[in-house]
Nanobody, 120 residues
Framework: VQLQASGGGSVQAGGSLKLSCAASGDIFGDYARGWFRQGPGKDTQFVAALSPDDTRTYYRDSVKGRFTISNDNAKNTFYLQMSNLKPEDTAVYFC??????????????RGKGTLVTVSS
């Protein structure tokens, strides 16, 4: 499975971006899908995740109410809609898959990142 993230860019605080993660293989049903980020000089942070059966979503506290993870099974693609962006959201965002669950220390597949820059 290969993952390709896209949709990053530069926005002002309060703006929105939608990230996409396209998977080369059939991932749905077995893999949890997640978004992570790494800011300058920071460790990898969990951002959001979707359970393999699409019934549960998880978010880090600082993005709750602003970010939404979703997927499109037909396109083998999942998304991260980011709204009301803040400068502290600036980071390289990448998508990942984990069999059953996906965490910052437990990923089975990881894509290359896409840079999100939020200016004040």
């Amino acid at each position: 499975v290969q993952l390709q993230a896209s949709g990053g860019g530069s926005v002002q605080a309060g703006g929105s971006l939608k990230l996409s993660c396209a998977a080369s293989g059939d991932i749905f049903g077995d893999y949890a899908r997640g978004w992570f980020r790494q800011g300058p000089g920071k460790d990898t942070q969990f951002v959001a995740a979707l359970s393999p059966d699409d019934t549960r979503t998880y978010y880090r506290d600082s993005v709750k109410g602003r970010f939404t993870i979703s997927n499109d099974n037909a396109k083998n693609t999942f998304y991260l809609q980011m709204s009301n962006l803040k400068p502290e959201d600036t980071a390289v965002y990448f998508c990942a898959l984990g069999l059953g669950a996906v965490t910052a220390t437990g990923m089975d597949y990881r894509g290359k990142g896409t840079l999100v820059t939020v200016s004040s």
